[in-house]
């Protein structure tokens, strides 16, 4: 495997999370808020700050809410606005993915926005998992010219989804890049690159941090119930470090 010429994006939500994924050896960042939610939109001032704190490629993520990937004519109006600021902040590209009610990958809207990015990259992430037919849409894809599709091979893990991930890459055929993402950890990213034959690959290489609040009013939560108040997810040097070794060997 060639260590140097492979790309490990890294799933980030925080300044701190950049900055460990730099240190690691990543070469681009997604950036989002919320990724309990599998992530949305980071502010304004998340990206600004992420751009003064790591020298990374930044893809910033473009969705208005949690939940499935059919939007409303509000939501798909923020998601141009969104891309827009994005645009104006000099980032390297956006992550964005809309479906039809049916299953299938929004045409219309999805070159819309493709247009609105232009001359950003896109990456069509993972709402692709919830297509009834993934080669039908890797081929419209294809035709609107989207320049990534970050999946897990239709799988709750890209290793379980890997054989379709396979069958996607040799479809592709250079035409547009199989990201796979979903579970990628140091003990299995060698062994979906090899099946795969995929040249990057998406994880958040995370773990979890605990608060530094000593006082602790225990009887009421924030979050959604079950929600952790007390800790949070950051990426950890180490574990991208460990992925980037494992692809070396």
């Given amino acids: 495997m060639h260590n140097d010429k492979f790309t490990l994006e890294v799933c980030i939500d925080s300044v701190e999370s950049a900055i460990a994924a730099q240190k690691g050896g990543a070469q681009r960042v997604e950036l989002c808020d919320n990724l309990i939610e599998g ?21 910033v993520m473009i969705r208005p809410r949690g939940g499935d990937f059919l ?3 509000h939501e798909y109006e923020v998601m141009k606005r969104n891309i827009l600021a994005a645009k104006g902040l000099g980032v390297k590209g956006v ?24 001359p950003m990259e896109v990456t069509f992430h993972r709402a692709f998992d919830m297509v009834q037919d993934p080669l039908e849409a890797l081929d419209l894809l294809i035709e609107l010219g989207v320049d990534r599709l970050l999946t897990s091979g239709q799988e709750a893990t890209a290793f379980e989804g890997r054989a379709l991930i396979q069958q996607l890459h040799e479809r592709a055929n250079g035409r547009i890049s199989i990201m796979p993402g979903a579970g990628i950890r140091p003990h299995n990213i060698a062994q979906i690159v090899a099946e795969t034959g995929v040249n990057e690959c ?3 290489g995370s773990s979890s941090i605990p608060s530094a609040m000593r006082y602790r009013n225990q009887r009421i939560s924030m979050g959604a119930p079950g929600m952790p108040e007390y800790e949070r997810k950051v990426t950890d040097e180490n574990i991208i470090r460990e992925m980037r070794e494992r692809l070396s060997v």
């Fill in 39 to 59: 992530g949305t939109t980071p502010s304004l001032g998340m990206i600004q700050q992420v751009q003064a704190a790591c020298d990374l490629d930044i893809m």
């Fill in 71 to 73: 939007y409303s004519d």
């Fill in 95 to 118: 992550v964005f993915g809309l479906l039809t009610p049916d299953g299938a990958i929004d045409e219309e809207r999805t070159a819309e926005l493709l247009h609105l990015a232009r």
């Fill in 202 to 204: 998406h994880g958040s």
